[in-house]
């Protein structure tokens, strides 16, 4: 398949601007960008479509610009239902390095950089009026969608004019770098369109945007987030043993469609991969698959290994192998306690790992209970420091899935 065969196979193209992308793609090579809001100091997997979208372009040949919006990211893309918050300058600019490490290390370098913060700093309110607003007619702006829905709650001057300044992004680097393409979500069709209408009325010439759909989830929320909180791509806020439990628990329906749009397998490879899957779905193949790819792509085999091992020693209950650190890893959102020098009896009852002494004694005679991974059922045994992993951790095991972890304070 051609470059642009592929991305429609994916399912990666959603709405075109250009009629002439298909060749422009396949047989010449361009520069093309792509932006981000610095919101935060890590990018979240609800980003990763469009990084390796940017990436399967690099990788034919074109050339690469995140934008990463310093500018923009101090006004706020507007939400569909309210204002965003004003971040402060400085937090910007720590979230600004944070991207720029990430990107860097993701692209191995290819990837320019470039902040909008740079080019607008200096321009004053006239200029801007005179350079942009003069082009673009304010009936054109409301029947932006993202403005539209806007309207009957409020929206302000400064969010309103955001889409003047992206679309000032795309002429600087049209410009400046000679940029003509710019790819982004579905949600930025509009800020796009405005930029390829202020080339076009400015120097007259036509370049060209494409937009990816939306990736959800079986539930029909954004692909990544669950109940508010985002599975960052900064191993330091979202561990590989966290993103490869959310990976390899992506619903069967969706997860062909995953290895299309994350992975960069090919059309045959996930056609072998697919067809393993379907005769033993009970082995989760394809998500295992999906995992794998992600994270090595992310964050290198190593980590993928360390989560894959993780995962298998909390599933089997053989956690001696585990270090302190992977062991933290793995039982993050666990249930904790303080460990107290008590018996084990009373630590299951007053941690409520059991609801009263009769039932953890129940457990207890069933071999229900291990402790640092091996069964137990001698009530008085004493939970302390002594019998702490490395001092520091005792971890508690009731049935095959319920994990307690005791901090030694």
């Known amino acids: 398949m051609t470059l642009y065969e592929d991305l429609k196979w994916r399912g990666l193209i959603k709405d075109v601007a250009g ?39 690099c990788n034919a040949g074109h050339h690469p610009i995140l934008l990463v919006g310093g500018a923009t990211g101090l006004i706020g893309d507007p939400r569909p239902t309210s204002e965003r918050e004003i971040i402060p300058y400085e937090k910007v600019l720590e979230n600004i390095d944070g991207i720029r490490n990430q990107i860097d290390k993701l692209f191995n370098g290819k990837a320019e950089i470039v902040n909008n913060y740079d080019w607008m700093k200096d321009m004053d309110l006239i200029t801007f009026l005179r350079e942009v ?13 993202i403005i539209r829905r806007r309207l009957e709650t409020g929206i302000t001057f400064a969010e309103f004019t955001y889409t003047l300044m992206q679309g000032y992004d ?6 400046t770098k000679n940029c003509i393409m710019q790819v982004e979500g579905s949600d930025q069709w509009g ?14 010439k036509n370049v060209y945007g494409f937009t990816m ?17 985002a599975l960052w791509l900064d191993k330091n806020k979202t561990s590989s043993y966290e993103l490869y439990q959310y990976l390899i628990n992506s619903d069967d329906s969706k997860i062909e469609e995953y290895l299309k749009v994350f992975t960069f397998l ?15 779905k009970e082995n989760r193949i394809a998500q295992k698959e999906l995992a794998k790819q992600i ?14 091992r993780i995962s298998e020693a909390l599933f089997s209950g053989n956690i001696s192998n585990l270090s302190i650190n992977e062991i933290e890893d793995g039982l993050k959102d666990v249930p904790s306690f303080d460990v107290t020098n008590s018996t084990l009896i009373d630590t ?28 137990v059922s001698d009530e008085n045994m004493i939970i302390d420091k002594d019998i702490a992993i490395e001092g520091k951790l005792v971890i508690i095991r009731r049935g095959k899935k319920k994990y307690y972890l005791g901090v030694i304070k």
């Open 133 to 145: 607003g003069k082009y673009i007619n304010v009936n054109y702006m409301l029947d932006k969608d």
């Open 213 to 229: 759909p939306l990736i959800l989830d079986a539930s029909g929320r954004k692909f990544g987030k669950s109940e508010g909180n």
């Open 19 to 57: 009629e002439d992308l298909e060749k422009k793609l396949n047989e010449e090579k361009i520069t093309f960008y792509w932006g981000t809001d610095p919101t935060a100091d890590s990018l979240h997997i609800g980003h990763y479509s469009s990084l390796v979208t940017a990436k399967r372009l």
């Open 266 to 280: 090919s059309k045959e490879e996930i056609e072998k991969v697919m067809e393993k899957h379907e005769n033993a």
């Open 295 to 308: 994270i090595t792509d992310l964050h290198g085999e190593e980590e993928y290994d360390k989560a894959v």
């Open 348 to 375: 299951l009852v007053n941690n409520k790992i059991a609801s009263s002494r009769r039932e953890a004694r129940e457990f207890l005679n069933s071999g229900s209970i291990s402790v640092n991974g091996q069964k």
């Open 191 to 204: 800020n796009i369109t405005t930029g390829i209408d202020l080339i076009g009325k400015k120097t007259g």
């Open 170 to 175: 795309f002429l600087h680097l049209y410009e």
